[in-house]
């Protein structure tokens, strides 16, 4: 499979692709914990169909010490006993942040209340900025169609 675009040999996709990783890096340096954050990374890209970045989350994730039980949950979450409550708060809140179009109200007023008794307001703020982060990567990755599967850890910090 060929991508669409290549986003490195295109001058404005550099401009505007470096600007847009900058704040994915700062999204990465908040105060939402790494773990934490790879699991909302990998459940919006399961949720979107994102292959490249199931690929990139996973593989960062395993590098970072995840263990392959709990990576392969991740879809089930809810069944699963190997997430702590607050992971299962920010899985819930992504989920429902990422099928907006799904649910009339967005996010629920109880997926809300239930993440902010796990989360500060500057975790909370981190929270919704990544899954958004999330969500606009997958959808320049699905239309463009980028390929999966060659990804290294580390290969973009």
């Not at 499979?1 to 040999?9: D, G, I, P, S, T």
């Not at 295109?10 to 994915?24: D, L, W, Y």
């Not at 954050?37 to 960062?60: F, P, W, Y």
């Not at 809140?93 to 179009?101: C, I, Q, S, W």
Request: charged share 20%; with cysteine; net charge negative.
């Amino acid at each position: 499979m060929e991508a669409r675009l290549n986003y490195f040999a295109s001058p404005i996709a550099g401009r505007m692709m470096t600007t847009f990783m900058s704040a994915g890096k700062q999204l990465k340096e908040g105060p939402l914990p790494a773990a934490t954050q790879e699991l909302v990374a990998l459940r919006v890209s399961q949720i979107n169909g994102c292959a490249v970045c199931i690929d990139m989350h996973t593989k960062e994730a395993a590098a970072a010490g995840e263990t392959s039980v709990r990576l392969n949950l991740v879809a089930g979450w809810r069944e699963a006993t190997v997430f702590t409550d607050a992971e299962r708060a920010a899985l819930a809140l992504a989920e429902e942040g990422t099928r907006v179009a799904d649910a009339a109200e967005g996010v629920s007023d109880e997926v809300w209340q239930h993440a902010a008794k796990h989360y500060d307001q500057e975790q909370l703020t981190s929270l919704v900025i990544f899954v958004s982060f999330m969500n606009a990567v997958n959808r320049m990755n699905i239309i463009t169609r980028q390929p999966a599967g060659s990804y290294e850890p580390g290969q973009f910090h």
